[in-house]
């Protein structure tokens, strides 16, 4: 990968998040490329740091409950 085509703001939040910013470099190229096309769609400053710190964070489950009887849909027993 040619780090001399990366995007300005996404250098800049690598900038200022190392942890980051070393996940990056830890990628695949495959990985980088992929990342890389996600931050071009970014509209502001914001969004580009949550995009850049989602490399650090573990990966949580999107639960959406917002009907509680929800979770007790399902196959019955018996």
């Known amino acids: ?6 995007p300005i ?4 939040a ?3 998040n190392r942890p980051a910013m070393d ?3 830890d990628m695949t190229d495959e990985e980088k ?4 096309e996600r931050s071009r769609s970014v509209l502001s400053k914001k969004e580009m ?9 573990e990966e ?3 639960l959406h409950l917002e009907d509680i009887n929800q979770v ?5 027993i018996g």
């Open 1 to 6: 990968m040619d780090y001399n085509t990366l």
């Open 9 to 12: 703001g996404l250098g800049l």
């Open 14 to 16: 690598f900038a200022g």
């Open 23 to 25: 996940r990056f470099v």
């Open 33 to 36: 490329e992929e990342f890389v």
């Open 49 to 57: 740091e949550e995009l850049v710190g989602s490399l650090t964070k």
């Open 60 to 62: 949580e489950p999107k």
């Open 72 to 76: 007790f849909k399902g196959p019955s």
